[in-house]
Structures are given as C-alpha cells and as structure tokens.
C-alpha cells in the first residue's frame, strides 16, 4: 500500500496563477482532509469531505476550493494564488469511525510558495 | 479560545533521559480523542499515541506515554530513554465527537513543540 500520496511535491507559483494540488488514497477511507502548515501555527483544517461528492469548510477555507469525485481522490484548488497561501500543505484520510486505532494518515505534504 | 495549547515552543533533553511535553485541551464535548504527532525535520507527520476521552488507563506505546488527566484537561507524552532520533516536533490534537456518531472526525491541533535531543 502506497498510503496517502500527494502530487507535487513542490510548487512555485506567480501571484494570481491557479494550481491544483492532487491527494490520493489506497486505504478505501471514507474521510478526507486538507490541512496547511505555518510556522508557529501548526496545522489548520482548510476543507474535508465525509464522503464521495461531499466537501465541507473548514477552519481557514477562504481562497481554496476542493472536489471529491472519486473515493480515493481529494483535490484542492487556488484558483489566484496570493502569497499568503504561501504554506506547506498536507492530505490526510481516516476511516468513519471513532476510536483507537483510527488515526489520520497523512501525506508526505506539498510545500508551495506563492511569489 | 484555543482548544489545544502547547506552553512549551522548544525542549532540550539529554540522550537516555525522559521528557514530558505539555498539552492541555478545552472542550466541553464528553466524547473525544488526543493524539500526538511526530514530524521530523523531514516533514511527514507520524501518529504516535491515541487516548480516548473514556479509557480508564493512560496509553502507552513504546517508549511513548500519555499522562491523561482529565479533570485537569491535559494530555501530557512522557518519552521514556530519550534517542537522537526523538529530535523533531511534536504535535497534540484533539478530535471531538468520538463516540457520537456523524461527526467529521477532523482534529484540531496545537502549535507544537520542537524537541531536541543532546548527546
């Protein structure tokens, strides 16, 4: 199992340009979520999704927009990247339930800066 | 009001002693989890220990502990013979809504503390 993988790895982008970063899991989990990280804030939720074709906000989700179309696939989206999304970027994955066992995976994570 | 605090920003620790990282959590959710996460300078996030807001013993994984104390609201990891590679920082979450069904199970985080481990 390849666990959660993320693509790409790194990114630059010009303010205004629009990426989508690609999220991918193996683990046939149901939840879904897009965190960022900053120094000194550690990670915040941007959006998650309880499920294929669902996607909620979450606690910083202004500027990102995401889709779940497949089970496996969680993307997010700039559509005019600032320099304020300059961040490293993490997927994560967890089955729908509770409880021990039944951590986060997470992703080896994106680091994109916005110039 | 933050619902994760870590007080300490950094930690030093010599080679085969102990150290315990604070954290302390605010909710008024019953049912919850803690984690703590490991994130070594190369980046990727490395679940450690779980402990449930209804378990009666505190959690012990290794050379990882979890001193849960739940009228206090705090979750403190206690790593027991520390090694060089402990050095890395240290995440504690929480997600709430454990047992209750329909929740999104996300976690909320606190800032971390960067643990360096002295030889």
């Keep these: ?115 | 009001a933050q619902k994760i605090t870590q007080t300490q920003p950094g930690m030093f620790v010599q080679e085969k002693e102990a150290v315990t990282l604070d954290c302390t959590y605010d909710t008024s959710d019953p049912s919850y989890g803690l984690f703590w996460y490991k994130q070594p300078s190369s980046g990727e996030m490395i679940f450690l220990i779980y402990q449930g807001s209804y378990d009666q013993q505190n959690a012990t994984e290794g050379r990882y502990s979890l001193n849960f104390q739940k009228a206090r609201k705090s979750a403190n990891l206690v790593i027991s013979a520390s090694q060089l590679g402990d050095s890395a920082m240290y995440f504690c979450a929480m997600r709430e809504g454990e047992y209750s069904g329909g929740s999104n199970y996300k976690l909320t985080f606190g800032k971390g503390t960067l643990l360096t481990v002295n030889p």
């Design chain 1, 1 to 115: 199992n390849a666990g959660v993988t993320q693509t790409p790895k790194f990114r630059v982008l010009k303010t205004g340009q629009s990426m989508t970063l690609l999220c991918a899991q193996d683990m046939n989990h149901e939840y879904m979520y897009w965190y960022r990280q900053d120094p000194g804030m550690g990670l915040r939720l941007i959006h998650y999704s309880v499920g294929e074709g669902t996607t909620a906000k979450g606690e910083v989700p202004d500027g990102y927009n995401v889709s779940r179309l497949k089970k496996q696939n969680f993307l997010l989206g700039l559509e005019s990247a600032a320099p304020s999304q300059t961040s490293v970027y993490f997927c994560a994955s967890s089955y729908e339930v509770g409880g021990a066992y039944n951590e986060q995976f997470f992703g080896p994570g994106t680091r994109l800066t916005v110039l």
